[in-house]
């Protein structure tokens, strides 16, 4: 089974629009963590926003909230007053740390392009 | 955070070749991973490099083909040896600190493989 799930494979907004980003997990580890990274086209992984299994507030960083909702288990993106630099392909990825591994899965990305 | 760098930032190479990848971080990190995006794909972990042992290889990933260097807590080496057209992907350099939830990525080596 996938550990991570992205179903928008490309998504438009409109400059200065908000845009939800959509990610589910699955996981059996009570203790995990959820990330949201910006690929550009130069290929860089530019560490967005984080949320750990525990946090009780969904979190935020300027722009990028993370909608957290453990019961459905989702991490949704929210991008606020999009800007034509947010087109990038983003990717959802989870660590799990009952394992110890600490290693990230992604899910298959979600292309964002916006328009002016 | 950290800064990470990676050498070379792309490179074309020969089918049967080999290159090695390097990886400089500016500070002492506790892991370091190494993973592999083909074209137009999700990110999939190769191995984590162990500094001073031999590197953790993920299923379908052979020390024989890919193998690890990790002399000290700043450094390490990813060398894809007898390359072929199925190699050609992007390579990166992640690393993490224990009890730090952040992991980042340096910028990627850009691989095709001819």
């Known amino acids: 089974a996938q550990k991570i799930t992205q179903t928008q494979p490309g998504m438009f907004v409109q400059e200065k629009e908000a845009v939800t980003l959509d990610c589910t997990y699955d996981?059996?580890?009570?203790?995990?963590?959820l990330f949201w990274y910006k690929q550009p086209s130069s290929g860089e992984m530019i560490f967005l926003i984080y949320?750990?299994?525990?946090?009780?507030q969904n979190a935020t960083e300027g722009r990028y909230s993370l909608n957290f909702q453990k019961a459905r288990k989702s991490a949704n993106l929210v991008i606020s007053a999009s800007q034509l630099g947010d087109s990038a392909m983003y990717f959802c990825?989870?660590?799990?740390?009952?394992?110890?591994?600490?290693?990230?899965?992604f899910g298959t990305g979600t292309r964002l392009t916006v328009i002016p | 955070s950290a800064v990470i760098s990676q050498k070379p930032s792309r490179d074309i190479c020969q089918r049967g070749t080999s290159l090695t990848i390097q990886c400089q971080v500016d500070?002492?990190?506790?892991?370091m991973f190494w993973y592999r995006q083909q074209p137009g794909q999700s990110l999939t972990l190769i191995a984590t490099?162990?500094?001073?042992?031999?590197?953790?290889?993920e299923s379908g990933f052979v020390i024989d083909k890919f193998p690890i260097s990790r002399p000290n807590l700043t450094f390490s080496t990813l060398t894809v040896s007898n390359m072929s057209p199925e190699d050609s992907s992007i390579y990166l350099c992640?690393?993490?600190?224990?009890?730090?939830?952040?992991?980042?990525f340096g910028p990627g080596t850009r691989l095709t493989v001819t």
């Open positions: 490099a162990n500094q001073g042992s031999e590197a953790t290889y």
């Open positions: 949320q750990g299994s525990y946090d009780q």
């Open positions: 996981t059996s580890d009570p203790s995990y963590g």
């Open positions: 992640s690393v993490a600190r224990t009890g730090n939830y952040e992991q980042y």
């Open positions: 990825a989870m660590r799990e740390t009952a394992t110890g591994a600490n290693n990230l899965f």
């Open positions: 500070s002492q990190v506790t892991m």
